[in-house]
Nanobody
Framework: QVQVVESGGGLVQPGGSLRLSCVASGSIGSLDIMGWYRQGPGKQREWLASISGGSGIDHAGSVKGRFTISKDNAKNTVYLQMNSLKPEDTAVYYC???????????WGQGTQVTVSL
């Protein structure tokens, strides 16, 4: 069973940047889907981006052009590069693993990102 752990959150000023990391246990299949989500105060969890050898790369319209998902297969790690951060980006950010056929799903525990002066 695949497990994922996020890291890299913290406090950053508006306009700043952060790179989040998500390390997956074991081996990730080339077609499996890795994604990033976030949940702000009083809001539902929001999908941000996904990456898969089967379906390619996609980003939510709300963050397209500012956030970029990428993967390092050798390190079994997925990243979320976040630029031009805004206060409304403040949220807990989660990594998600999903097998290609959807039979296995794993969520990380989340990492806090706070954008404030």
């Amino acid at each position: 069973q695949v497990q994922v752990v996020e890291s890299g959150g913290g406090l950053v000023q508006p306009g700043g940047s952060l790179r989040l990391s998500c390390v997956a246990s074991g081996s990730i299949g080339s077609l499996d889907i890795m994604g990033w989500y976030r949940q702000g105060p009083g809001k539902q969890r929001e999908w941000l981006a996904s990456i898969s050898g089967g379906s390619g790369i996609d980003h939510a319209g709300s963050v397209k052009g500012r956030f970029t998902i990428s993967k390092d297969n050798a390190k079994n790690t997925v990243y979320l590069q976040m630029n031009s951060l805004k206060p409304e980006d403040t949220a807990v950010y989660y990594c998600k693993y999903q097998s290609w056929y959807g039979e296995d799903v794993s969520w990380g525990q989340g990492t806090q990102v706070t954008v404030s002066l």
